[in-house]
């Protein structure tokens, strides 16, 4: 009896430290790797930036590929050193190098439903106190030519399988859109994917970028 039981404590203390060392993974490790694909993307942004389209300067935003960067996310509520290049695409591997733009949905400054969605809990958690922000807050987006400027207009915890409220018109399928709206998605609560945290914005302001 007594073998069995230093046997089990034994394998107890050793499964608490392996699952010790996954959770210490997930939230250090998983952003590691993150801030790592950010500084690259980062880099991108930076690069295409300073050598802009010199045949078309006004040439609006094309397709961007999948897994590329496609512009810079900044919010002014969430810190000075908030500042995220948003992946295009929002599959396992494009979450994991940061805040993913919906394909399908709206470009920045576009005319409908510029839609990114982000990591609340791992893999730098980009998304993780979105939830503090408030009506009126200012929500950036950098592209190579243009700074667009959202206002947070709403922010709601949603069923999952709420797919309307990615549409062209944020939960009224269907209607056509006549104005620029950003849409920001995240699991909630913490650790769970139970429910959808959103934070909906307007655009107000459009800028050129100074290079």
Known sequence: MRLILRTFGELSVTLGLVLLLFCAYLLWGTSAYTERQ??????????EAAHP???DPDKPLGKVQLGRALALLTIPRLG??????????VDADSLRRGPGH????????????????????TYAAPFNRIDELRTGDDII?????????????QKKVVD????????AVPERPGVFPHKAVITLTTCHPEYSARERLVVYGALTTTEDREV
Request: proline share 5%; glycine share 8%; charged share 30%.
């Open 160 to 167: 999952p399988q709420q797919l309307d409220v990615i549409d």
């Open 38 to 47: 950010q500084r690259i993307l980062q880099r991108q942004l930076a690069e």
């Open 80 to 89: 000075a050193d908030y500042r995220y290049a948003i992946v295009e695409g």
């Open 102 to 121: 919906y394909p399908g949905t709206a470009q920045p400054g576009e005319i409908g439903n510029f839609v990114i969605s982000g990591h609340r809990t």
């Open 141 to 153: 987006v950098d592209t190579r030519e243009k700074r667009y400027v959202y206002e947070v207009t």
């Open 53 to 55: 389209d010199t045949e």
